[in-house]
Structure formats: C-alpha cells, structure tokens
C-alpha cells in the first residue's frame, strides 16, 4: 500500500511505520484496524503520551452526515435510554469457493471479517453508545479449503463470518455480524438502534437517509404524525468542509472517507485532538480480541 506523506504528518497503517512516524514526531492517520492484536496496539499507543502528536483513525463510517446526524439525535436525548441494537456489515464476496485467497482471508496477516469488516461495526456500536461491558460469539468458516493466488487449494484459517452478542455499560444489549458470505448483499453496512423514547435506521446502500421515529408522538386515528420519519442527510455537511459538492447532490462511499481526511486536517492545523484517536483504536482493537476469544471459549467474557 502506497503512503502519503504530508509536512509533519505520515498517513499509514502499517504496525512499524507508526512507531517511526512516533519517534519523528509526525501526526498519524492510521487505516483499521491499528494492529494484527492488541499487544501490539497496546505497545503503539504507551509511546503516544510522550509524543503529543495527533492521531486519527480511518474509521470513516462516523463521517457520513447521516451517521453524524444520529450521533446527535442519541447525544440530545431523542431515543432516550437505549434498549437494544442491531449492528451489521454484510458482503458476499467469499460465497464463490472458486474466489482464491488473498491477504484479508490469511490470519497470519491479520486477516479474517472480524478485523475487517467487525471493525468498523465495532466502531459505531462504541460511537453511538460508549463502551462494552461482555462479548459472546460465533465464528463461521465456509469452505475448509480455497485456493490460493497460484491455484493450490489450501486450508482456510481466517472467519469468513461472525456473529456477536453484546452488552454495554450503559445496559444496552444487541447484536451485531460481519460477513463475507451474506449472498445477495453489496456493501450493506446497517444499524437499528432502539430506546425508550425514539429509534434510527440505517442502511449504507442508501446513504443519503436517516430513519428516525419519535415515540412521543400520540397515536391518533389514521396515524397522525407517527412512523419513521426519513431525514434527508445527504451531503449536508457543516461549512466549510461541505461547500464541494453540492450538499443537494446525492452522496457515495468514498465522501465520508474524504470527510474523515478533513477532520484530521482540520486539527492538525488547528493543534486539536482529532476523533477516533489511536487510543479508540487500540480499544476496538481490545474489543476484537475479546470477541475472538468468546468465540473460541465458547463462553461469555467480561470486559474490564
């Protein structure tokens, strides 16, 4: 992967480089997730006290005006006390047996749903409703063996699937999946979330809306005002990082990642800490380990 190298700043995600780039001095954004485990996040991030650089995560999912929006609806109060939720990333990319090994499907190189795609589900359950309490799992294989990039059918180590219960420390309780073998999905990234007063749903593959539904509103005949509403988003970002495009032009994937560029620009020219921070990143990167591990053990683990 090629890196970009800015005046005081490096863009990597490469477990080695962020320790240069640490001992230099020079502000980090990092692709998820942080490192192949957490012994190395957390030896990543004991360096960052001293350096006083700023750090940011590629956790560009956060940076959708949609998913923006729901973070304040949670944030003002309008679900009120959060029930439960349901959090998932679905592909279909490994359903094909045929499809040949690369690095991602490879657990010697970190590779396996749960660091790539459960990241970023990870990452948003913690966003919206702060941190974990206990993790149970389930991890899926399809195929024991596939092919590797010179056709030698080998065995398979990396989960194609995984699927999680969790509970937080604010009482909540929901599920959440990645999957590569989700048959008939694209890049489906959704989330339903559930409280006492209100609730939000997502889905990526229409990223320009918000679901909300407002549990105060009376129930009258005929239904009155009461329903999901669609909140329309779109590309209405704060100035000035959405005056191009158009905020009335209909939004894609790759302009959240352009968003979560700017965040980090923006406070690194300002000397401000920039969100998510390598510390949030070890600390999903704490979480993936967790749900291995209860996947493994077959158990409940409980979280410190």
């Not at 942080?34 to 004991?46: C, R, T």
């Amino acid at each position: 992967m090629a890196l970009l190298f800015f005046q005081k700043t490096i863009f990597t995600p490469l477990y080695g480089l962020n320790f240069k780039a640490l001992q230099k001095r020079k502000h980090i954004y990092c692709d998820k997730p942080l490192a192949v485990n957490y012994q190395e996040a957390e030896e990543i991030v004991a360096h960052l006290d001293q350096t006083g650089v700023i750090t940011q995560m590629a956790m560009n999912y956060r940076f959708f005006p949609a998913t923006i929006r729901a973070k304040e609806l949670i944030d003002e109060g309008r679900l009120g006390k959060v029930i439960s939720f349901q959090v998932s990333y679905l592909h279909s990319g490994s359903v094909d047996p045929g499809k040949p090994l690369g690095w991602k499907q490879e657990k010697r190189f970190g590779g396996g749903v749960l660091l790539d795609l459960g990241s970023h589900v990870l990452d948003l359950i913690y966003y919206f409703l702060g941190e974990f309490s206990a993790v149970f799992a389930e991890t899926q294989i399809l195929y024991a063996k596939r092919p590797d990039q010179e056709g030698k059918m080998v065995e398979v180590t990396a989960e194609d699937a995984v699927y999680m219960i969790l509970k937080l420390k604010n009482g909540a309780t929901g599920m959440a999946a990645a999957s590569k073998i989700a048959t008939g999905t694209e890049d489906e990234l959704r989330f339903e979330l559930y409280g006492t007063k209100g609730a939000l749903r997502f889905n990526l593959m229409q990223p320009n809306w918000l679901e909300y539904f407002d549990q105060t509103q009376p129930e009258t005949p005929f239904g009155g005002f009461r329903g999901f509403t669609k909140i329309e988003c779109g590309q209405k970002y704060e100035k000035p990082g959405g005056v191009f495009p158009s905020p009335k032009v209909a939004i894609g994937w790759t302009r959240a990642h352009v968003h979560s560029l700017y965040n980090f620009l923006q406070c690194v020219d300002a000397g401000i800490p920039a969100a998510p921070s390598l510390y949030e990143g070890a600390y999903i990167q704490y979480i993936m380990e967790k749900v291995a591990e209860a996947a493994q053990k077959q158990k409940w683990i409980t979280l410190s």
